[in-house]
């Protein structure tokens, strides 16, 4: 949003200026505003009614913010394309590559002339340039989408008193005059004074210190930015956008970093370990390529020797050093998997797109990732489980039943008056009648609403009854006494005090009554039975019980300060009971079956609410959370007093056990997240109002309603459901799955490919001197590799399987004392199961294997069909394209298999992913055009059809032999703990007692033997495809005899 240009106002508009409201509201000084005539003469002077507010109108709307300027404030510019790029040209091995290029690139002009000699080092430059574009690209969408993502989070919508009627509009929307209500939980949204006294305000939003303010009629000046931390009320708004404190604030600070996501850190790790492994690799290989090129043992493709000692050229030598050191590092490039972070960016780009067109706003990324492994959660009943549309369907009043309890006439006419009273002035809600029309409007909290509608329904003149008396104060609903009250001052003087709440705990402090009669009744313990009867049938049937009572009070006595009334407990005894009515509140349609969905899943679900034990029950069990009254006992049932009496242990014991939580305050919601967390649990807790906000707060992911949630409610969270829907969180549970599923893909395709291009070049190497792809083709496998790889991986949908798996839950955290805990890690080998599953390296095995062992037969002159060894400078570009075509298309064809880890059907929903079949066919497309028409580029040969179908061949035999490798068994026990009993130097058998005398290297010094073997047969040039094969599986065998007797 841009800042609005704000004229001077003219005395013609308003009785005061900008400048003046500005003054007023940042020296907070009462005694000036008491020369304005308070808050009354502000309002008269900004043409504002304290009761029903501005206007509202277009032009009304237009002149304010003209004078006044609108609620908004000027952002600071985001990050542009150009710092996307140069912060990928900070990459030091893009600038290796870089550098080297400019280095080869002056070389060969200057040895062969512009003409034929810019192609080595212009073609490694211009693909590390491609690489550095797509990446900025990539980054920079990502960037955009989370930066709209934030403006959503920004766009508070909140009532305002317009014309009398409360309306629902943007933050942004606001202007000086409006008069806002504010209930425990909103956010000030501007500059402003209070209209009616008492509020509680904590501004350590604004001052740092989180200590609550208590605003009154000698202390009325409000600021934007701060919370609601007690009572309700009304405030003029007196400053706007840039001319308040907040706005100030926002206006100088930067947007919201890109948060690093718990899965992004884990992979950091992986990407460090491998990166280490990568970089030792490509060391070895940079240190033979250059022992064997100064010693004279590297051949040019004619066969002359590349360097001899006092006869080669000064620049003849730098150049070959420097095409050596180019391909080392384009090595690195390929064998570091720094992808993995971004593709967790991919990912959540995605998933937070297509959720946010379900209405699901993500307020911070790790959110998302973590409820696909929640295992718990823990849900408020109204207006999560229920739809938060109540209404009033049964009422006792005067001792009786009142069938239909919208009929009025059967309410004696004292008793009537008293309701009627104490319904329209003990509520924070509204009743509009708009003019000319016969309809009217309610607005507040749903239950306030129900009760307001049944005032009306007895025969309630809202606007008549509140101008029958005045409030003297008021005591705010409060979650932890369950009940709120009002004391009033009529026109004859005298005090009454009315008071609304929890049936059970109001009828508690009830001693009177007011029969059919009109005649005041003691609360004899009959009738105490029959009330609490009756409110427990209520229950039964799951209607939320709140009863009505009220006292009268001497004049004299009423509490002259804050402090006295804040310590009159006196007020809230010896009640006279008036009336106990039942609200309905329907569960959410298809509620039954979502909760059923969520525990097929593994994800337990919770409900805890603040309403009676027996009205919990019953919601508990048409919601399906209850399978029958039978389990509806202690501790699957337990009220909230209960629980909170319990020690640590004993909470932490019982808590697994719990299904239904009644009479919940929002410290006993608290004890229970606690509790499960504690277990292990990983738990979400959706809520929408104030007194959910702790265990929102503390839950691993908190869930708030965007429609009914309190402002507090939703700062409090991390993801919010704008639709209010309980259903929409099977939406969130299972993109949350796809994510780390889609990761798993992509890692195993990933390291496919780096291992096998890391095993290809180290062979190579130790055995010829030779590396048969070079720097231009490593850098498009690169881009194959992590950017669209992890496009076309990433962006998978979720299934239905995804639902039929448990959750991964919580990780155990490892000893942090242990020698090898850093190496556990970097490996992500932890308790639990890890990121790399048993299923994950048979895959990876299997590629690996057939893709190095047919390259290298390629390599060294494999008996394949229609090949044959041609020592000619074609014959050694032919082989080499055809090992870096087969090379490729092999990733083409694996990319397949990664879809479906441990599923046969690797096609199936492939038609539905557009965006991955268009990746697989440019990738296919740019293959061909670099094979056939950029061979000056990428040092590569035109092949023939039968070469290319040779070619096809070998990558489509990688579909066959994933299908194959599924069939082999995977133990249950992750690899992890192979490693951690190798790197503790200790073995274990099946029946858990350790042997001393068995050493656990057996079977790596049979591995390093073959390898060693290997070389020999490779650097001998007699080694054929069958012994490549051969040794590749021993090894396997070897393993997998080991892994049988682990199962």
Not at 143 to 157: A, C, G
Not at 342 to 358: D, I
Not at 500 to 514: D, N, P, S, V
Not at 980 to 1009: A, D, F, N, W
Request: glycine residues 8%; neutral net charge; hydrophobic residues 45%.
């Amino acid at each position: 949003m841009s800042e609005t240009t704000t004229p001077p106002p003219t005395t013609s508009d308003f009785g005061i200026g900008q400048e003046q409201l500005i003054s007023l509201s940042t020296e907070q000084s009462s005694a000036a505003l008491e020369l304005y005539g308070g808050v009354v003469g502000i309002s008269n002077l900004l043409n504002t009614s304290l009761e029903k507010g501005i206007h509202g109108d277009e032009a009304d709307l237009l002149r304010r913010r003209r004078a006044f300027g609108s609620n908004n404030y000027p952002r600071r510019r985001g990050k542009g394309f150009l710092i996307f790029v140069w912060e990928a040209c900070k990459d030091p091995t893009l600038l290796i590559l870089l550098v080297s290029a400019a280095i080869l690139l002056a070389l060969g002009i200057k040895s062969k002339g512009v003409k034929e000699g810019w192609y080595d080092g212009g073609s490694i430059a211009f693909a590390a340039f491609i690489v550095i574009v797509v990446t900025a690209m990539s980054e920079y969408r990502q960037y955009v989408q989370f930066h709209d993502t934030n403006e959503k989070k920004r766009n508070i919508h909140l009532e305002v008193i317009r014309g009398g009627r409360r309306i629902k509009i943007s933050i942004y929307d606001i202007v000086v005059g409006d008069v806002i209500p504010l209930n425990t939980g909103d956010q000030v949204p501007a500059d402003g004074i209070l209209i009616t006294p008492h509020l509680a305000i904590d501004e350590s939003s604004i001052h740092g210190e989180s200590t609550v303010v208590h605003k009154n009629s000698r202390a009325p000046f409000l600021m934007s930015g701060c919370k609601v931390d007690d009572g309700s009320g009304t405030m003029l708004v007196i400053g706007v956008g840039i001319n308040t404190e907040w706005g100030l604030q926002m206006a100088i600070s930067s947007d919201d970093p890109i948060e690093e996501t718990p899965l992004q850190a884990r992979l950091n790790g992986v990407a460090t370990l491998f990166g280490i492994v990568g970089l030792s690799v490509t060391a070895v290989i940079l240190t033979v390529l250059l022992a064997r090129y100064f010693t004279g043992h590297t051949r040019n493709l004619d066969g002359n020797v590349q360097f001899i000692a006092g006869k080669t050229r000064t620049v003849d030598a730098i150049h070959g050093a420097v095409s050596i050191v180019t391909i080392a590092v384009t090595s690195i490039v390929v064998a570091v998997p720094d992808s993995l972070p971004l593709t967790v960016n991919f990912a959540l780009a995605f998933s937070l797109r297509k959720l946010m067109a379900s209405k699901i706003l993500v307020r911070k990324l790790f959110a998302c990732e973590m409820m696909g492994s929640a295992t718990v959660i823990c849900s408020d009943k109204s207006g999560t489980l229920t739809m938060n549309q109540m209404i009033v369907v049964e009422a006792y009043a005067g001792g009786r039943k009142i069938d239909p309890p919208s009929n009025g006439l059967r309410i004696s006419p004292k008793l009537q008056s008293l309701l009627i009273e104490g319904v329209a002035q003990n509520t924070n809600g509204n009743v509009y009648l708009p003019e000319g029309c016969t309809g009217i409007e309610i607005s507040g909290s749903p239950t306030e609403k129900a009760i307001l509608h049944w005032g009306v329904q007895i025969g309630m003149d809202f606007e008549a009854a509140r101008s029958e008396s005045s409030i003297i104060h008021m005591f705010p609903f409060n979650a932890e006494k369950k009940r709120g009250g009002v004391a009033i001052q009529k026109a004859d003087h005298e005090i009454h005090i009315h008071w609304k709440g929890a049936a059970e705990i109001i009828l508690a402090r009830c001693t009177w009554y007011l029969d059919t009669n009109d005649h005041l009744m003691e609360m004899n313990e009959e009738k105490m039975a029959f009330f609490n009867q009756i409110i427990e049938d209520m229950a039964a049937k799951s209607l939320r019980c709140v009863a009505i009572a009220y006292r009268p009070w001497k004049k004299e006595d009423i509490p002259v300060n804050e402090e006295q009334w804040a310590h009159s407990s006196i007020l809230e005894d010896d009640l006279i009971l008036l009336a106990i009515v039942g609200i309905k509140d329907p569960c959410r349609p298809g509620i039954k079956t979502t909760v059923q969905l969520c525990q097929n899943a593994g994800v337990k679900v919770i409900m805890f609410t603040g309403d009676n034990i027996n009205t919990a029950k019953a919601i508990a069990l048409e919601c399906g959370i209850l399978s029958s009254f039978d389990n509806a006992i202690e501790p699957c049932v337990i009220e909230g007093r209960e629980f909170r009496a319990l020690t640590d242990e004993q909470r932490e014991e019982i808590a697994e056990k719990i299904v239904v939580m009644g009479r919940s305050s929002p410290n006993d919601k608290l004890l229970l997240v606690e509790a499960l967390r504690k277990r292990g649990h990983i738990v979400a807790v959706i809520g929408d109002g104030t007194n959910d906000a702790p265990a929102l707060y503390k839950a691993d992911v908190g869930l708030a309603m965007g429609i009914q949630g309190s402002q507090i409610a939703k700062e409090s969270s991390d993801i919010i459901l704008m639709d209010d829907n309980f259903a929409s969180i099977l939406k969130v549970v299972k993109w949350g799955r796809c994510i780390y599923a889609n990761l798993r893909k992509f890692i195993q395709f990933n390291l496919t490919i780096s291992v096998t291009a890391l095993l290809i070049n180290v062979v190579t190497t130790l055995s010829s001197g030779d590396i048969p792809l070079n720097a231009v083709q490593l850098l498009w496998v690169n881009l194959i590799m992590d950017t669209l790889g992890a496009l076309a991986l990433a962006t998978e949908q979720p299934t239905n399987l995804l639902m039929n798996l448990p959750p991964v839950g919580r990780r155990l955290r490892i000893l942090e004392n242990s020698n090898t805990s850093l190496v556990l890690r970097w490996l992500n080998l932890k308790s639990g199961e890890p990121l790399i599953s048993n299923t994950m390296w048979r895959n990876i095995l299997i590629q690996v294997v057939y893709q190095v062992s047919v390259l290298l037969a390629l390599n060294f002159q494999g008996s394949i069909p229609g090949f044959t060894h041609d020592a000619t400078d074609h014959g050694i570009k032919l082989k080499k394209t055809l090992i870096f075509d087969a090379f490729v298309l092999c990733q083409i064809f694996n990319e397949f298999n990664a879809r479906k880890l441990d599923e046969f059907n690797i096609f199936k929903g492939v038609t539905r992913n557009y965006l991955f079949m268009g990746i697989i066919g440019l990738t296919v497309v740019l293959q061909f055009i670099i094979v056939e028409f950029l061979g000056k580029f990428t040092s590569t040969v035109r092949l023939n059809w039968k070469q290319w179908f040779i070619c096809v061949i070998i990558g489509f035999i990688s579909w066959p032999l994933g299908c194959f490798g599924k069939l082999i068994p995977v133990p249950h026990t992750p690899i992890n703990n192979k490693f951690r009993r190798i790197l503790h130097g200790r073995t274990q058998m099946q029946s858990g007692q350790s042997t001393t005398g068995e050493r656990p290297y057996s079977k790596l010094v049979i591995c390093c033997y073959l390898i060693v073997n290997l070389f020999s047969r490779f650097q001998r040039r007699r080694t054929s495809t069958h012994q490549v094969l051969y040794c590749s599986a021993v090894t396997c065998f070897v393993y997998y005899q080991d892994f049988q007797i682990n199962r």
